[in-house]
């Protein structure tokens, strides 16, 4: 199946031109490396080993030649973990390093809150990376091929479809009422209109939904999606199972020396 990696899970995070080398990787690899990373990543529990894994996702991205926009999509996970940074430093009991009247900050929080919002945007990066830039259809066809139910990927596979179908509906229901003259503002016409909006969005995707189902029954669907791609399994993926393998494992042995744990 063709068409470019940009058409993604969570929208176009890369130029097709610049996926690079991770764009040439089996998919059941990239989805398979994806989830040991983010297993690997939550289980480390020192925080240099931790910092070294962080490192590792920012390095991905930047070998496979991917946009440094990709980065922009930590920043609403950077919103969230700072409150963690605010929060968690004066709730653990240790050390005190800063007090604030009656708060203090304890080394043992602050240290606490900087591998969790270490691990948490090593995971998203390596996600983004790894997953994020698969095609949809490419993406459940990996997943069906590592033996996922047949019916969780359809689901997986139309639920995508259907959210994009929602999509274009709202743009061209949103296009209409500016051609109308319509402006937001903080009044009741306002909310009105926006409820009307979300009222004929739901109904417009009903309808659609349904015209979907008669459509793939008409064409003799009655379940399990139909897997077009071959997924061939190279030597490249090999050596970059084997690289992967070798840092992962590292990471996980730098983790129990006494020294950096």
Do not use: C
């Not at 962080?54 to 991917?66: C, R």
């Not at 606490?112 to 998203?124: D, E, S």
């Not at 992962?248 to 950096?260: E, F, I, K, T, W």
């Amino acid at each position: 199946m063709s068409g470019p990696p940009a058409a993604g899970l969570i929208g176009p995070v890369a130029d097709p031109a610049r996926t690079g080398w991770i764009a040439g990787l089996d998919p059941r690899l990239r989805v398979v490396a994806a989830l040991l990373f983010a297993l690997v990543t939550v289980s480390l529990h020192g925080l240099p080993v931790t910092a070294l894994a962080f490192v590792l996702a920012l390095l991905l991205p930047a070998s496979a030649g991917l946009s440094p926009r990709l980065l922009v999509r930590l920043l609403p996970l950077a919103f969230l973990m700072l409150a963690l940074l605010l929060t968690l430093p004066f709730s653990v009991p240790g050390e005190p390093v800063w007090r604030l009247g009656p708060l203090t900050a304890s080394a043992e929080g602050l240290r606490l809150a900087l591998t969790v919002l270490l691990k948490a945007n090593a995971v998203v990066l390596a996600v983004l990376v790894l997953v994020g830039t698969l095609e949809p259809a490419l993406f459940g066809h990996a997943l069906a091929r590592l033996g996922l139910p047949d019916k969780l990927v359809a689901l997986l596979l139309l639920t995508l479809r259907q959210v994009q179908l929602i999509a274009d509906e709202y743009r061209r229901l949103t296009r209409a009422m500016r051609a109308r003259g319509f402006v937001p503002r903080s009044d009741r016409h306002t909310w009105n209109t926006v409820g009307w909006l979300m009222g004929m969005l739901l109904v417009r995707a009903l309808a659609r939904s349904r015209r979907l189902v008669e459509a793939m029954r008409l064409r003799g669907w009655q379940g399990p999606l139909p897997l077009l791609d071959v997924l061939r399994w190279r030597g490249r993926d090999t050596a970059a199972a084997v690289v992967g393998t070798l840092l992962l494992a590292a990471l996980l042995v730098l983790d129990r020396l006494p020294g950096l744990s």
